[in-house]
């Protein structure tokens, strides 16, 4: 009976062992995967190749800072015009639609009203007496000098045509407001319908009346813009104000478009918003009349140079909305033509001609480092590719 309990329990401490055993050997290859790296990719030679990978250095560029801002595209106030009758009528004509282009002088709409016609009378009726008080006012000028007539009839004859003078000028200034044509009218035709005309050359972008429509002096019925001295207003936040000068440039792009436009700062404002902004006024570097008032775009202000670590831009790649560059590894050793690439995160500042610059929160050695230039992607989807498998 002892020697079968004896068994029993030398079986049992086998057991235990051999399973402790098989437990250490099953953790031992999780162990070595834990130490793995997962931000270093392996290259084959022919990887290297087909790839082309590339390697340079991060340099010293001088590179210009840049403010953000937004706007949008305007006119100055002289190339803009609001058009109204100067006095009140019926639209009869007019053929103005918006995006129309016309010419100062262009006629762009007819107007009519039965009070157009009695200062045209007045007009004719104070010009015939303004020349008949004229040559009796001469008149008895002549008689003054042979003493016939006393000096206060000539006073009197002078008072009269003085008056006169003044109520022909005056009427023919209001005339001239009305577009009424006065050498045509002191041939004895009076005008019904009068024209409106356009001021400057330009695009209407305006219009708010139509034929048959009685319109009052205060009513705007068109808008003309000169579209071929366009200027960028940008809205500049309070703590970049100190950064601008006049003088400096300006980068802005379009809502609707990619390409880059230049623009130079030409007025800074002097009075700050509700809203803690500063409007500033930009002049085109090259008109365009093809672009409208109105229209939205963003900007980068050039606020100075300065020379920073920057990297070339396509060296940099993006993953999960940070952004990477790949180095060279120096703890992993070269071995049967496998190189090792150890993904880098970084933080980017200004871009320019193809450079971007590099922000370190932290002291770097950075001026060793062998950065991939070309074929950062490649490696990025390489990358990932392999965790997926794994």
């Known amino acids: 009976m002892k020697s079968k309990y004896k068994i029993i329990t030398l079986l049992l401490i086998t057991t235990f062992f051999v399973g402790c055993g098989n437990k250490n050997k099953d953790e031992t290859p999780a162990k070595e995967e834990s130490t793995v790296a997962t931000d270093v990719v392996a290259v084959t030679e022919d990887q290297f190749k087909m ?13 210009s800072g840049t403010i953000k801002v937004n706007g949008m595209l305007d006119v100055p106030p002289q190339n803009l015009v609001s058009i109204s009758a100067p006095f009140g009528g019926f639209v009869i004509s007019t053929e103005m639609l918006q995006g129309f282009k016309v010419k100062k002088g262009q006629v762009v709409a007819l107007m009519q009203n039965p009070d157009y016609v009695q200062p045209q009378q007045d007009y004719i009726d104070y010009k015939s007496q303004l020349n008949y008080l004229k040559l009796e006012y001469e008149r008895q000028q002549e008689l003054a000098k042979e003493n016939v007539n006393a000096q206060k009839t000539v006073q009197k004859s002078k008072s009269d045509y003085e008056s006169m003078k003044v109520r022909v000028l005056g009427l023919k200034t209001k005339l001239h407001l009305m577009n009424v044509g006065i050498e045509s009218l002191e041939k004895g035709n009076i005008q019904t319908v009068l024209p409106l005309f356009s001021s400057i050359n330009g695009y209407v972008t305006k219009v708010n009346t139509n034929v048959g429509a009685f319109v009052t002096p205060t009513d705007v019925l068109f808008k003309i813009a000169d579209t071929e001295h366009l200027h960028a207003e940008l809205t500049v936040f309070e703590k970049d104000v100190p950064k601008l000068k006049i003088g400096q440039k300006v980068r802005f792009t379009l809502a609707n478009e990619t390409k880059e436009r230049m623009a130079t700062v030409h007025l800074v404002g002097k009075e700050i918003s509700q809203e803690r902004t500063v409007q500033i006024h930009c ?13 939205y775009l963003k900007a980068l202000v050039e606020s100075g140079s300065s020379n920073v670590p920057a990297v070339t831009s396509k060296a940099i790649v993006e993953f999960e909305g940070n952004k990477y560059i790949f180095i060279a590894d120096k703890n992993t050793s070269k071995e049967r033509g496998i190189t090792h690439y150890k993904m880098v995160q970084i933080k980017v500042g200004v871009s320019e001609l193809n450079y971007t610059e590099l922000i370190f929160d932290t002291p770097t050695n950075w001026q060793n480092w062998k950065v991939v230039t070309n074929g950062a992607y490649d490696l990025l989807s390489k990358m990932k590719n392999s965790e997926e498998e794994e």
Not at 51 to 61: C, D, F, M, R, V
Not at 283 to 295: A, C, R, S
């Open 51 to 63: 790839s082309a990978i590339q390697l340079g250095k991060i340099e010293e560029k001088e590179l």
């Open 283 to 295: 002049h085109l570097d090259q008109e365009d009349t093809h672009l409208l008032p109105g229209m």
